[in-house]
């Protein structure tokens, strides 16, 4: 068993790849726990998965060097770990030109979030397969002495086996992804602290940032509208126009604004979901929306209809400098929250990225953990919601009947006056 591990312990990067774990190390140079990560993976790997390959072997060198400078050394600085370095001996002057080129690349271009979250993963995974392969040797070794009762004390047997297991758990458990959350830790005794304020008063300078609706007065009340990286719960009673405003706001914020993604290869789009609604349903109530109920779209012909609908900036073709609205329709539960991300992935394979997000509504879609009883489902619901539009930096906009949420309100209030616990709101607003 253990041979086998052995033999699969093999670095995996190619020699670009390598280029870019250097930039994402000198790039996030205060994150210790990357640093960590790669510097174990790769003392992890056999020399001969990677000696064959001069130009990969250079760049293990390279981030071994780096990734202890961050951790052995404490520099959390970039140019303070360049500084640091030294090539000198074997592979003195193919680790300088590698170096000077990617300084050059760091300057002329940094990893953008998708890509060091990839990144961060690959590692991690690989690292996580090390571990197992390492530690599940003594388990191995172990399990064959309980089978064959090759043992003196059974309890001292049972601790042994139990601190292998232990030290296995943590260290999977010390393999974590850090990327994703180390983006948000900064420490107000740092420099790094005003490169901080920098990008939130530009961010919050861009008009993008926020999504304008139609109405001035909710506009004012959402302080300039809609806020990233938040959920939003329309309640109303039973045809009280809650699928209407729904509608609207993905129209409004078509018209209104102009949107700014995250990674500007990708166009911005804005999804409407609808799970009450056919998709037919959906745009005869967009047409009313623009021409009134009174006006029938099959009184037009077809380039007609279009034509009217290319005019109000819904119906863009051939114009990529124009938001881009998506229509998906599901029938009520055939999905949870976990598929509707999925399905935000699938768009950025297109070439697009969901700027706002509007689902019709919450009670019609499943929770990753179903639960039997609504109030529960609910709550859940919005949590994954509100992880979604946290992770994705959009907000969401969705609906639910007041009766169904004075039901849920019920309960947390009952629940809070009997036993004392902390109130916590529904929703993630």
Same mark, same amino acid.
């Given at each position: 068993m253990a041979q086998i591990f052995t033999d699969k312990i093999r670095m995996k990067f190619n020699f670009a790849q390598l280029e870019?774990?250097?930039?994402?190390?000198?790039?996030?140079?205060?994150?210790?726990?990357?640093?960590?990560?790669?510097?174990?993976?790769?003392?992890?790997f056999?020399?001969?998965?990677?000696? %064959?390959?001069?130009?990969?072997?250079?760049?293990?060198?390279?981030?071994?060097?780096?990734?202890?400078?961050?951790?052995?050394?404490?520099l959390t600085n970039r140019d303070a770990i360049l500084a640091f370095l030294d090539f000198s001996g074997k592979y003195e002057n193919d680790a300088i030109d590698v170096m000077n080129n990617v300084v050059k690349e760091l300057i002329d271009y940094d990893l953008d979030d998708s890509e060091l979250k990839e990144l961060d993963k690959k590692i991690t995974q690989q690292l996580k397969f090390s571990v197992l392969g390492n530690d599940s040797r003594d388990i191995a070794d172990l399990l064959m002495d309980l089978e064959n009762e090759n043992y003196e004390d059974f309890d001292d047997f049972i601790n042994t086996f139990e601190g292998s297991l232990s030290s296995l758990a943590k260290n999977l458990k010390s393999a974590k992804e850090s990327i994703k959350d180390s983006k948000q830790d900064i420490s107000l005794a740092s420099d790094q602290f005003v490169n901080v304020l920098a990008a939130m008063i530009e961010e919050d300078r861009n008009p993008s940032t926020k999504i304008k609706t139609g109405i001035q007065y909710i506009n004012e009340a959402f302080n300039g509208g809609f806020e990233k990286s938040r959920v939003?719960?329309?309640?109303?009673?039973?045809?009280?126009?809650?699928?209407?405003?729904?509608?609207?706001?993905a129209l409004w914020s078509v018209k209104h604004n102009k949107f700014s993604t995250r990674n500007?290869?990708?166009?911005?789009?804005?999804?409407?979901?609808?799970?009450? %609604?056919?998709?037919?349903?959906?745009?005869k109530r967009m047409w009313s929306h623009y021409f009134g109920n009174d006006s029938e779209m099959s009184a037009y012909e077809p380039a007609d209809a279009a034509r009217m609908l290319e005019e109000q900036k819904i119906f863009t073709p051939n114009r990529p400098d124009l938001p881009e609205l998506i229509i998906w329709h599901r029938s009520t539960k055939s999905i949870n929250t976990a598929d509707m991300n999925s399905m935000l992935d699938d768009l950025e394979k297109e070439g697009k990225e969901c700027v706002f997000l509007v689902q019709d509504y919450i009670k019609r879609i499943r929770s990753t953990v179903n639960h039997k009883e609504l109030r529960f489902e609910l709550s859940i619901i919005s949590d994954e919601f509100a992880t979604i539009a946290k992770e994705r930096e959009i907000p969401i906009l969705t609906a639910m009947q007041l009766s169904i949420w004075l039901t849920v309100w019920q309960h947390i209030v009952d629940n809070f006056l009997n036993c004392g616990k902390p109130l916590r709101a529904l929703t993630t607003c």
């Open positions: 870019r774990i250097i930039i994402a190390m000198l790039g996030n140079s205060h994150n210790k726990v990357f640093a960590g990560n790669v510097l174990r993976l790769f003392n992890m056999k020399e001969e998965s990677y000696k %064959n390959d001069f130009e990969s072997e250079i760049r293990v060198y390279i981030i071994k060097k780096i990734a202890t400078a961050i951790i052995e050394k404490d939003y719960l329309a309640l109303g009673l039973a045809g009280g126009w809650k699928s209407g405003f729904l509608l609207n706001s500007p290869k990708l166009k911005p789009v804005v999804v409407y979901l609808t799970m009450e %609604n056919s998709r037919n349903e959906t745009i």
